[in-house]
Antibody, heavy 120, light 111 residues
Framework: QVQLQESGPELVKPSETLSLTCTVS??????????WSWIRQPPGKGLEWVGY???????KYNPSLQSRVTISVDTSKDQFSLKLSSVTAADTAVYYC????????????WGQGTLVTVSS | QTVVTQEPSLTVSPGGTVTLTCASS?????????PNWFQQKPGQPPRALIY???NKHSWTPARFSGSLLGGKAALTLSGVQPEDEAEYYC???????????FGGGTKLTVL
């Protein structure tokens, strides 16, 4: 069974860049059946889709974040990564990574999530 | 900006039946939106329940079912158990832009 694990700094200063990595085990990011996605959830609030990436590097981003988001993939390490620039306190959230079965557009396996706090 | 709307909260008695809905600001929800439903309990990641309107994952309890109802996606829980108390989120796919949007969530209380 595939497992996903987020990793990265838990504290980021305002105006800096948030960087997270999702490591996939029990499966491969190079499979042509899947996209790989980032989703976030501010404390006490709902889920927000950030974006997703295909193993080829093709990406789609949430329009509200598009100017600040970059998602990349490293097939040699079975990892994909998120960079969010110019962060503010509003970017404080639990960040999840997830697998997307593209043929029927469903998110099946999720990581446990990591809380990233933006504060000086 | 596309908005996906769910009931903020619902209450159901143990053993009862409840239906949660998911509406799109763009109009009627169809199977082409590939509706997903997720359950989230405090401190846990979301757990996928339903995909493509009505398909269950291997781990989804039989009491959960998905459908289209009156232009919305719907999640019905039949024979509700105390452990079903949770937040439920829907997700819709917008094919033209290849984007997805989550609903705001429904807090289900079993009382």
């Amino acid at each position: 069974q595939v497992q996903l694990q987020e990793s990265g700094p838990e504290l980021v200063k305002p105006s800096e860049t948030l960087s997270l990595t999702c490591t996939v085990s029990g499966g491969s990011v190079s499979s042509n059946n899947y996209y790989w996605s980032w989703i976030r959830q501010p404390p006490g609030k709902g889920l927000e889709w950030v974006g997703y990436i295909y193993y080829s590097g093709s990406t789609k981003y949430n329009p509200s974040l598009q100017s600040r988001v970059t998602i990349s993939v490293d097939t040699s390490k079975d990892q994909f990564s998120l960079k969010l620039s110019s962060v503010t306190a509003a970017d404080t959230a639990v960040y999840y990574c997830a697998r997307v079965v593209w043929q029927l557009v469903y998110f099946d396996f999720w990581g446990q999530g990591t809380l990233v706090t933006v504060s000086s | 900006q596309t908005v996906v709307t769910q009931e903020p909260s619902l209450t159901v008695s143990p053993g009862g039946t409840v239906t949660l809905t998911c509406a799109s600001s763009t109009g009627a929800v169809t199977s082409g939106f590939y509706p997903n439903w997720f359950q989230q309990k405090p401190g846990q990641p979301p757990r996928a329940l339903i995909y493509s309107t009505s398909n269950k994952h291997s781990w989804t309890p039989a009491r959960f079912s998905g459908s289209l109802l009156g232009g919305k996606a719907a999640l019905t829980l039949s024979g509700v158990q105390p452990e079903d108390e949770a937040e439920y989120y829907c997700l819709l796919y917008y094919g033209a832009a290849q984007h997805v949007v989550f609903g705001g969530g429904t807090k289900l209380t079993v009382l």
